[in-house]
């Protein structure tokens, strides 16, 4: 089968051998410290409780959960344009899935143990008892999805039936993660009912610059190797779709900003004004992260080219990483009911350990997606010739 | 059963920390890990600035949001026990959610860097799955229920001194500290606060000390809009808390 595809290559290889060290290196380092002073390795407090490990699971589930309501697209709603991106996007949403558990499962006091003492405790009152429920169905429900689409069984009634159900597992649980921290009204910096919503549209700009990133890296960046109807995708729909979804989520971090400062409560109003705001790295991110590849996804000339399509991915990596470490330690630094004894803000920063399972994580992303790209055909779509070929430019895909 | 509850009388507290001393020695607690605190809050400015305190012990709620969030029921409200909320460290997973649940700040993971030096869990290394493992340790060990020293990757808290009152006589109104007969099942704090500002009782008996004090003399829930609804009461000036204000360390 003729492939243009560089991942099957050396270059792959490479990148695999490469992004294996890095995820050996940084599990093994965060192992070594965790072994010899367990969590103290980390900085986390009574106050902050919840730091870096935690947001880098947030980012990476909700990038995943955005992936597969991007899947949803061509998968449920038809839209057969983006068929060619169906596969890779539930293969993305499989892996940057795992990813962010192996983060959360090094965060953990005793993982193992959840396995038997959720499903034996049973408590339905608690979000965090969905969490583990609703994202072990995803898991299920992508793995399945993936497994017809190998199969190439793109439009039978059953796979329409498990992209229907995987649909609405990856809006349950992205929307149950959402109230986990959004059902807290001792948390008044969380919460909100409509903070679903913001998980779902921020997780969809996440993941629909994963999915930019990683189908140009399958091609080594270079849009003339895709097949013709993928090609079409990215310099037609897709990018539209992209430039969209980061208008929506820079609309909605603004609202949720203007809220805070607006109101009296400290809880909210110094967690964004004495310590979001007073932060250079999220100016850094929210302008150059999220406002400033929307600004260059506006321009009609730009927004279709390669290198800007693919700087914006990355920039937006960055914007919404940022945007859920703050999301995360904004709702616990403004001491709760310490006295004297937390007299200002709570200071944290993530330790030498944290970072290194923030990179174990996303190493093991690169791994798991080298392999997938080696083993998989995760551009194949229904449009395509069995042999692979492209189609001469133009043509439209058929169901 | 009994419902146990605790007043707590701030005319009466000097802030002394009597209280959070007998605790950590009672339960094993590591350091600036006080299951039992007193909390300073400073308001206003001069020339009316003021200093109050309040001591805070885990409030035991009756809707204990704590108990809500927690994915394995480790932790758990035992009505069988007087209405105490626990922690089974068989049980809990380390996911910390009940730390962020929690409005009262009183639960701790204890598996974190050092709050006061020196580091005592590297001066005394846990044995036998103990965070830490000092010389001197209660008698009492109840992993079911929290009592002891914590494991590694759990969180704990005040459990009222479980381990004491559960052997007081059933149907006992007041534990109170100046009964011989009684002062053994009295919580470590209670029983050692010198100006006698905490009291102990069953709140479901319509004849306890407890419940005189807080109907006649006006007992407060703290933070009460919360509406966990805390089996802990306050009496006297001052049982408020100061929205948080920044202060700079000059
Ligand atoms: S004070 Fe906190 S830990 Fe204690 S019962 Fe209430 S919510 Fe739970
Ligand atoms: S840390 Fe333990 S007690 Fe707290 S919510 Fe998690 S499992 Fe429950």
């Known amino acids: 089968?003729?492939?243009?595809?560089?991942?099957?290559?050396?270059?792959?290889?490479?990148?695999?051998?490469?992004?294996?060290?890095?995820?050996?290196?940084?599990?093994?380092?965060?192992?070594?410290?965790?072994?010899?002073?367990?969590?103290?390795?980390?900085?986390?407090?009574?106050?902050?409780?919840?730091?870096?490990?935690?947001?880098?699971?947030?980012?990476?589930?909700?990038?995943?959960?955005?992936?597969?309501?991007?899947?949803?697209?061509?998968?449920?709603?038809?839209?057969?344009?983006?068929?060619?991106?169906?596969?890779?996007?539930?293969?993305?949403?499989?892996?940057?899935?795992?990813?962010?558990?192996?983060?959360?499962?090094?965060?953990?006091?005793?993982?193992?143990?959840?396995?038997?003492?959720?499903?034996?405790?049973?408590?339905?009152?608690?979000?965090?008892?969905?969490?583990?429920?609703?994202?072990?169905?995803?898991?299920?429900?992508?793995?399945?999805?993936?497994?017809?689409?190998?199969?190439?069984?793109?439009?039978?009634?059953?796979?329409?039936?498990?992209?229907?159900?995987?649909?609405?597992?990856?809006?349950?649980?992205?929307?149950?993660?959402?109230?986990?921290?959004?059902?807290?009204?001792?948390?008044?910096?969380?919460?909100?009912?409509?903070?679903?919503?913001?998980?779902?549209?921020?997780?969809?700009?996440?993941?629909?610059?994963?999915?930019?990133?990683?189908?140009?890296?399958?091609?080594?960046?270079?849009?003339?190797?895709?097949?013709?109807?993928?090609?079409?995708?990215?310099?037609?729909?897709?990018?539209?779709?992209?430039?969209?979804?980061?208008?929506?989520?820079?609309?909605?971090?603004?609202?949720?900003?203007?809220?805070?400062?607006?109101?009296?409560?400290?809880?909210?109003?110094?967690?964004?004004?004495?310590?979001?705001?007073?932060?250079?790295?999220?100016?850094?991110?929210?302008?150059?992260?999220?406002?400033?590849?929307?600004?260059?996804?506006?321009?009609?000339?730009?927004?279709?080219?390669?290198?800007?399509q693919v700087a914006c991915a990355v920039l937006v990596f960055g914007g919404l990483f940022a945007e859920r470490y703050f999301f995360v330690v904004g709702g616990q630094v403004i001491p709760l009911f310490k006295g004297t004894w937390a007299w200002d803000i709570s200071q944290y920063a993530p330790s030498a350990t944290e970072w290194s399972l923030t990179f174990m994580g996303a190493a093991m992303i690169f791994v798991l997606y080298v392999l997938g790209e080696k083993m998989f055909n995760l551009s194949d779509s229904p449009a395509d010739t069995p042999s692979g070929a492209s189609q001469p430019a133009g043509a439209k895909a058929t169901a | 059963m009994a419902k146990w509850g605790m007043v707590i009388d701030l005319d009466k507290c000097t802030g002394c920390q009597a209280c959070t001393t007998a605790c950590s020695m009672e339960n094993n607690t590591l350091p600036g890990e006080n299951w039992q605190d007193v909390l300073y809050y400073h308001e206003g400015e001069y020339p009316s600035a003021q200093m109050k305190w309040l001591p805070r012990p885990c409030m035991q709620c009756e809707e204990p949001s704590c108990v809500h969030v927690c994915p394995t029921r480790a932790t758990y409200k035992d009505d069988e026990a007087g209405g105490i909320v626990f922690i089974d460290w068989n049980k809990c997973i380390g996911c910390k959610y009940c730390m962020i649940a929690c409005p009262y700040g009183v639960r701790f993971y204890a598996d974190e860097q050092p709050l006061v030096e020196p580091d005592l869990k590297a001066a005394f290394p846990g044995e036998d799955g103990q965070l830490w493992s000092p010389p001197y340790q209660g008698p009492q060990e109840d992993w079911s229920r929290g009592i002891g020293i914590q494991p590694k990757g759990v969180v704990s808290k005040c459990t009222f001194c479980h381990h004491k009152v559960s052997q007081a006589p059933a149907g006992t109104p007041d534990l109170d500290e100046d009964d011989p007969d009684l002062k053994e099942y009295v919580p470590a704090c209670v029983r050692t606060c010198p100006p006698k500002a905490r009291y102990f009782g069953d709140l479901d008996n319509p004849e306890s000390n407890v419940n005189k004090l807080i109907g006649n003399k006006r007992g407060v829930r703290l933070k009460d809009e919360t509406g966990n609804r805390p089996q802990v009461y306050y009496l006297g000036a001052g049982a408020n808390i100061p929205a948080f204000q920044r202060r700079q360390r000059s």
């Open chain 1, 1 to 308: 089968m003729t492939d243009n595809n560089v991942m099957k290559g050396s270059a792959g290889t490479g990148l695999l051998v490469l992004s294996l060290l890095v995820m050996v290196a940084g599990f093994g380092y965060a192992a070594m410290n965790m072994a010899a002073h367990g969590h103290a390795a980390f900085n986390t407090d009574a106050n902050v409780a919840w730091g870096q490990p935690i947001s880098t699971y947030l980012y990476f589930a909700l990038a995943s959960s955005g992936l597969g309501l991007l899947a949803a697209v061509p998968l449920v709603f038809k839209v057969k344009e983006y068929y060619p991106v169906a596969k890779r996007c539930i293969f993305l949403a499989f892996i940057i899935l795992i990813s962010g558990m192996a983060v959360l499962a090094m965060e953990l006091g005793h993982t193992f143990r959840m396995i038997w003492a959720l499903p034996f405790g049973m408590q339905v009152q608690s979000a965090m008892f969905w969490m583990g429920v609703l994202y072990a169905l995803d898991l299920l429900f992508l793995l399945w999805k993936f497994q017809r689409m190998e199969g190439r069984d793109w439009d039978s009634k059953t796979t329409l039936q498990i992209g229907i159900a995987s649909f609405l597992g990856v809006l349950l649980a992205s929307g149950n993660l959402a109230l986990i921290f959004g059902m807290m009204s001792m948390r008044p910096f969380w919460f909100d009912p409509s903070l679903p919503i913001y998980f779902y549209l921020t997780g969809i700009a996440s993941g629909m610059a994963a999915l930019v990133f990683y189908t140009y890296l399958a091609y080594g960046f270079d849009r003339g190797k895709m097949p013709a109807a993928l090609r079409q995708l990215m310099e037609g729909g897709l990018p539209k779709l992209f430039v969209t979804l980061l208008g929506i989520t820079f609309l909605f971090i603004m609202v949720r900003m203007i809220t805070g400062l607006y109101a009296n409560a400290p809880e909210i109003n110094l967690v964004w004004s004495d310590y979001i705001l007073a932060s250079p790295v999220y100016h850094i991110s929210l302008w150059g992260g999220i406002l400033l590849p929307f600004l260059l996804l506006l321009s009609p000339t730009l927004r279709v080219q390669p290198a800007v």
